[in-house]
């Protein structure tokens, strides 16, 4: 099993300056820095990362891992198994649990026995939850973003719409189409699921504002041409199967359906309970995907969370990853936090 990672920063010889942070669904351990070989783009989180900024990387020491099951490096369906053969549709069945076992390891093999804050937005604040929960003494800080307890009905019904969307495509073949060759996996029902998934991820008002009920640009509706909305949604599926693997896809939206922080923990009031860490609790107002009473639920649960933060954004979900200004001033509070006050005792 391998992990992919990327580190910015020092490690400190008492290893008491280490932050983790999580990727959403479809990103990965570029976490910051410049587009180029390998990163297509820039970092996805770089204004939040750097000499003088909120993860100021003169004190502390950032490690961004990509996500076991996802494509960028780790392994995931695309991989090789031992035998040499990809795992493709063999690929078991994953959970958050698995996920944070895999990033342990990589804790355990750069010496950080306690992290002075993890942080995930979405699919990894998922991932944040399951570190403080079940290695309370590991994390000292977290910082969850617009994610919820436990995978709603809803959640799970957009999701599964996705699932099927790129299982129904003819070239999935069970997930067994990585030796297909060029152009020949389930791009259509990839794009199909990012088309999906997109559209929960902003705003409603968002898309009245930027799209309307306007034609693209030198297209007729009427005439079998698109309106601008449908065309954005075109791109944003065009850019997504230029990057992602649609096997990591439906491996990562399926653990995101098992998410429930509570399974065999007594609930999720009794698992939230064992969180030892200060915690800031934050939601986007206009997230329709993860709506703030999820985030609500959260920040009533654990124990060193004191009420919800609320990022104003107009993008909808995906607010978290825009609004850096507003989670660099969450990530402040909680590192002053930390650089004032003793680590947590180990054990
Ligand atoms: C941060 C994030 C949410 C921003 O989303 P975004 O797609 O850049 O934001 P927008 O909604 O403003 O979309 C802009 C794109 O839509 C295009 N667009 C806008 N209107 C359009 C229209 N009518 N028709 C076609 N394309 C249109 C723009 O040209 C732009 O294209 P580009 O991204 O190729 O430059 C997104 O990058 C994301 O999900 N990141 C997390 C995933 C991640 O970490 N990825 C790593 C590599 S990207
Ligand atoms: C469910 C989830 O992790 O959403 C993240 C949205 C983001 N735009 C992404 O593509 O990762």
Request: glycine share 12%.
């Given at each position: 099993?391998?992990?992919?990672?990327?580190?910015?920063?020092?490690?400190?010889?008492?290893?008491?300056?280490?932050?983790?942070?999580?990727?959403?669904?479809?990103?990965?351990?570029?976490?910051a820095g410049p587009a180029g070989p390998g990163h297509p783009t820039p970092g996805w989180w770089d204004a939040l990362v750097g000499p003088g900024r909120a993860l100021d990387t003169d004190r502390w020491f950032v490690v961004a891992p990509n996500v076991l099951g996802g494509?960028?490096?780790?392994?995931?369906?695309?991989?090789?198994?031992?035998?040499?053969?990809?795992?493709?549709?063999?690929?078991?069945?994953?959970?958050?649990?698995?996920?944070?076992?895999?990033?342990?390891?990589?804790?355990?093999?750069?010496?950080?026995?306690?992290?002075?804050?993890?942080?995930?937005?979405?699919?990894?604040?998922?991932?944040?939850?399951?570190?403080?929960?079940?290695?309370?003494?590991?994390?000292?800080?977290?910082?969850?973003?617009?994610?919820?307890?436990?995978?709603?009905?809803?959640?799970?019904?957009?999701?599964?719409?996705?699932?099927?969307?790129?299982?129904?495509?003819?070239?999935?073949?069970?997930?067994?189409?990585?030796?297909?060759?060029?152009?020949?996996?389930?791009?259509?029902?990839?794009?199909?699921?990012?088309?999906?998934?997109?559209?929960?991820?902003?705003?409603?008002?968002?898309?009245?504002?930027?799209?309307?009920?306007?034609?693209?640009?030198?297209?007729?509706?009427?005439?079998?041409?698109?309106?601008?909305?449908?065309?954005?949604?075109?791109?944003?599926?065009?850019?997504?199967?230029?990057?992602?693997?649609?096997?990591?896809?439906?491996?990562?939206?399926?653990?995101?359906?098992?998410?429930?922080?509570?399974?065999d923990r007594g609930g999720t009031r009794a698992a939230l309970g064992r969180v030892r860490a200060r915690t800031v609790v934050a939601g986007v107002d206009s997230d329709r995907l993860y709506p703030l009473a999820q985030q609500e639920e959260l920040a009533a649960g654990i124990?060193?969370?004191?009420?919800?933060?609320?990022?104003?954004?107009?993008?909808?979900?995906?607010?978290?990853?825009?609004?850096?200004?507003?989670?660099?001033?969450?990530?402040?509070?909680?590192?002053?936090?930390?650089?004032?006050?003793?680590?947590?005792?180990?054990?």
């Open positions: 099993m391998k992990l992919a990672f990327e580190t910015w920063g020092r490690l400190a010889p008492d290893r008491s300056n280490a932050v983790l942070v999580l990727h959403a669904l479809t990103g990965d351990s570029h976490l494509c960028q490096g780790s392994t995931g369906p695309a991989s090789p198994r031992p035998d040499g053969r990809r795992w493709a549709g063999a690929f078991p069945r994953l959970t958050q649990r698995d996920q944070v076992l895999a990033e342990t390891g990589l804790a355990d093999a750069l010496g950080i026995e306690q992290w002075a804050l993890v942080i995930g937005g979405s699919m990894g604040g998922m991932r944040a939850l399951e570190w403080a929960v079940s290695r309370p003494r590991r994390v000292a800080a977290l910082l969850v973003l617009a994610c919820p307890a436990a995978a709603s009905a809803e959640q799970i019904a957009w999701a599964s719409a996705q699932v099927h969307a790129i299982r129904t495509d003819p070239h999935w073949r069970d997930g067994d189409y990585h030796g297909a060759g060029p152009g020949r996996g389930p791009h259509a029902g990839l794009g199909v699921a990012r088309r999906i998934a997109h559209i929960t991820y902003r705003g409603t008002q968002e898309l009245e504002t930027r799209f309307g009920h306007h034609p693209q640009d030198g297209e007729e509706p009427r005439r079998g041409g698109r309106y601008r909305v449908e065309s954005y949604l075109d791109h944003q599926a065009a850019k997504l199967v230029r990057r992602f693997d649609a096997g990591s896809y439906v491996a990562l939206a399926e653990a995101m359906n098992a998410h429930d922080i509570g399974r124990p060193g969370a004191d009420g919800v933060r609320v990022i104003g954004s107009p993008y909808g979900h995906d607010g978290f990853l825009i609004e850096t200004g507003q989670v660099a001033a969450l990530v402040r509070e909680l590192l002053g936090d930390v650089r004032d006050k003793a680590a947590l005792p180990l054990g």
